[in-house]
């Protein structure tokens, strides 16, 4: 147990700090609720949906909770029950396959909820538009409120984003 | 003088409430820096409990009445016990209304209406969470009560306000064997009854891994608030006994307003330590397989038989 | 709480005797008689209800005033004639037989209604009102003929009720195995009688027996205490001997399994206090010590075997076995303090197992007056068939939940108070000399705190699976509520639960009183209450179920109060069940029973030693398809296994070989004849 310990208190903090969206990626579709955001700005619960990506955006968000990216420093952790959640996080283009489970999903979060979409997939179907597999980019499925833009997006656009559905895009590196 | 009593009663209320979310969130924060990450700053169950109470309640169409009514029996329930528990003053003004077995009991009446909670929407989760809970909570009910054996026998009786003052009056029964096994027998059973690891993963998305959380995966809104703050308030009534009773120095005898912001300030530095001595274990160890747990639960049980056998021959 | 006995006079007592008589009389009599089936099933019930209140109120009134009656009536039986007495102990007894014989004389109404056509309901009716009147007279014997005569009654009134059902399967066997260790328990209570008389026929009456107790030889009196236990006990259900009990009380009508469990099997622990404590007046520390050993066998065993069960009734009856074991450890604990001299401690343990008495008379009636309601909705008593009941029956599983609660020992209900009492006598252990004796009372608390946990997970398990979720057959989605007088026979049973739950501050005086001057106790009640408080002696502890419930109601209150002032949102949706997104929701989805006690099976596999049986059917084609899986697993219970199968056929072979002398020839026959004729001469001559 000593090992442990000295190698963790050797290692120190590792998270890096967060800057703005310098180069504008983030897309917000029209103005989130006020009262939505002072409601989940502080303590957010994300349940991540995949409507059928190839899992590149997953890895990414994977990335979220470790300790460089660190959502949890802005009061985001994900849960497993969507009754918990106060976002969507959704990756892929809507297979049909799980156009129901989405819905299903987006009915079973309770209100005030946001949905955060994210990845190309999920804006215009990337790759896989028009495919006979799929239906349509999110926003057919189930309302959004951002979108990033990415193959995959990297974490800290992924994290702006959600931020910025909250209204708590940094305004400087923190 | 026996009006303050119960306005005292009313303020330990008050403070093991207010505590509560603190204390959870502390342990989190410490577990996030033994990541090497920031982590959420240890204030943020509050945020998370104002949130959950703006939130609305979305209901299972299988489940009925007592899916509705149970976060409110859990919660009222634990409420109770802080009633019962010497946090910063001993003995309580309500001492005389319940003792050791009487806290054990009503726990046990919020796990009951819990485990109940998790099979009403007929979800294959809740079964599974609400079967384990039980499983644990019936295996470590023996070393529970052989660890209350253990102080009333050193302490003659199993009132808790008068264990604190016996322990208070000859201190040196703090450090006899059978106080030193009770306590690790205790706090095997905390870390088993409060869902932490090895035994739980508080933290844990995968179900199959889960057993306080499969239970409530239907909740939400302020059911959900309620539900998550009694857990919380279970914590810290934990912790309270394991700090009071073992090592009660602190804790005030008299309603002298000096002594009890004594007694505030030694409570929190007592819950701190337990919070860091938990986290610590909890980044240590990983999370035992389910049907190991039973051994762990066993052990704890040797140790506390110990405890009052030991107490037994010393006497 | 005292009424002055110049208020209830001795005739008053002699009335509600009468009274009692003839309720029970008129029952019997109008249910035999009487024409349509309307009319039988009121005119029993009737007269159930009238002698049993008349029962209760009897008790009561000696409980509180002190009034005793005697009847001695010398012409109907033989040298000592009938004799009754009324005393504190069996004024208890005669409060608990009134406390269940009303409700479930109401429930039976009901619930018999569907007997109608395929089985007698004469024979149900009189035998109701006999079976509870050879219990209200039970109670009151005074002599040792009467007790066995109405003990053997007794006897067989139930079974005659068990056996209702004839023609279901399993039922006549559950009958037989029931009337056969019943009786075998009757020969033991001969035999202990007959010890206790010295032999001398004059000498039966109890009275007698408790001058000659004195007087007996140390040997002789612990012969008695053995054939008591053995006897009382196998009545009582404790292992080994309870091997009838989860096989008749789920085979009989559910009014007729609660009488039986919460009564009937009471009596063996009347009979036992009875005998130890009055008519032998307590005895040496071993005596306390083997109860206590057999008690904690008994509730260990019965609620293991009570957590495998998928039979609700079956589940329950194995519940009762656990509850007696709880009510020994207090009665032992109570017999060891008595023979050290630890008076207080000694009636503390007596009135732990006494207040347990009364308390699972209620909820284990009510309990099976619940499966009872359950299985006339749904006709089946398998658990894995049941499901979302509590919107279809929400009276039933309101009173089912209550009962549930009250035998997990949750506070504020009456389980936790005679828990509570029972931990206090044994944590009083440590004041015994002898280290010996005194090691085993921490292993009793712990085995009792396990025995407590596992209850509460099987009633977890029990009301769960029943009642919540989806119904998981074509019953229980089209079940039905239970007509008016099935519920309010349950209503009466929740109510005194609550009751007993919330002032035990004045039913603990009534028990002490009750002990006092039995078996050299003194009267020590005063230290078991203060104001609303129940306390141990020598202020070891102290509780107030009356204010921790009131507490409860109160913050329940004020909750929803308090969130409602905060604003807290109140909007509530009805959705789908969550299920990861998948499409429909199946009762095949549920938890089920056997899932549900699985990772207790696995922690106590060495005890349970199922047995599995796994055959898989493969694609004739090829053996990567798989067909159907069968997979069934068995528990056969630990004493069925090693003391009744091989008793069994060890009976079954001598039987074989003694039936060697019967071998058809007429004139073999003769020569036997002849041959015990001669032997049985020259013995008289010799001897």
Known sequence: ?174 | MIVTGYVLEIAQVALALLLAPGLAGFVRWLKARFQNRRGAPPWQPYFELRKLFGKEVVMSNNASWLFRVAPYIIFASTVTVTLLVPMIVAPLALDGMGDLLMVVYLLLLGTFFLALAGLDPGTAFGGMGASREMTVAAIAEPTIALAIFSLALSAGSTNLGRIVTQELANPAVTVSPGHLLALAALFIVTLAETGRLPVDNPATHLELTMIHEAMILEYSGRYLALIEWASWLKLTIFFTLLANLFVPWGIATTFDPAALTLAVLALIVKLAVLGGIVAVVETRVAKLRLFRVPELLGASFVLALLAVTSSFLLK | MTIPSNLISSQTMTWLLVVMIAGYGIGAVGALTLGRSLFVRAAATSGAIIGAGAAFILGSANLLSGQTLTIQISDILPITGFALRLDGLGAFFLVVIGLLGVPVALYSFGYSAAYEGRYSLRLIGAMLNGLLLTLSLQVMADNALTFLLLWETMSLSAYWMVVTEHDQPGTLQAGGWYIAMTHIGFAALVAMFLLLSGGDAMSTSFAAMRANALTLAPLARDAVFLLALFGFGSKAGVVPLHVWLPMAHPVAPSHVSALMSGVVIKMGIYGLLRVTLDLLGGGPAWWGALVLAVGTVTALLGVLYALMEHDLKRLLAFHSVENIGIILIGIGAGLIFRSYGLMALATLGFIGGLYHTINHASFKGLLFLGAGSVLHATGTRNMEEMGGLIKRMPWTALFFLIGAAAISALPPLNGFVSEWLVFQALLGGFNIPVPEVAVAFPLAVGMLALTSGLAAACFVKAFGISFLAIPRSHEAEHAHEAPLSMRIGMAILALACIALGLAPFSVVPLLGGVLAGLGGLPDTRSVFTLNLLVQAPAGFAQVSPTWIGLGLLILLALIPLVMRLMHVNRKRRVSDTWGCGRIGQTPRMEYTATSFAEPLRRVFAELYRPTKELSIDFHPESKYFVKSIKYSSRITPLFDRVLYDPLLRLIQRISRQVRRIQTGSLHLYLMYVAVILILLLIAARWF
């Open chain 1, 1 to 174: 147990m000593p090992a442990l310990f000295k190698k963790i208190f050797q290692t120190g903090i590792v998270t890096e700090p967060l800057g703005p969206d310098e180069a504008e990626i983030i897309q917000l579709v029209g103005q989130v609720n006020q009262k939505t955001q002072r409601l989940l700005g502080r303590a957010l619960a994300i349940r991540e949906v995949d409507a059928g990506s190839c899992n590149g955006c997953e890895i990414e968000i994977t990335g979220l909770t470790g300790p460089v990216y660190d959502s949890e420093r802005f009061g985001i952790h994900f849960v497993a029950s969507p009754r918990h959640a106060d976002m969507l996080l959704v990756t892929g283009p809507v297979t049909r396959n799980m156009e129901v489970p989405l819905r299903k999903t987006y009915e079973a979060t309770p209100d005030p909820k946001l949905v955060v979409a994210v990845g190309d997939c999920a804006r215009t179907c990337g790759v896989f538009k028009s495919s006979y597999a799929v239906v349509g980019s999110v926003d057919k499925v189930i309302p959004v409120d951002v979108f990033i833009p990415g193959c995959p997006p990297e974490p800290a656009d992924i994290l702006r984003g959600i931020l910025a559905a909250l209204d708590r895009m940094p305004k400087k590196r923190i």
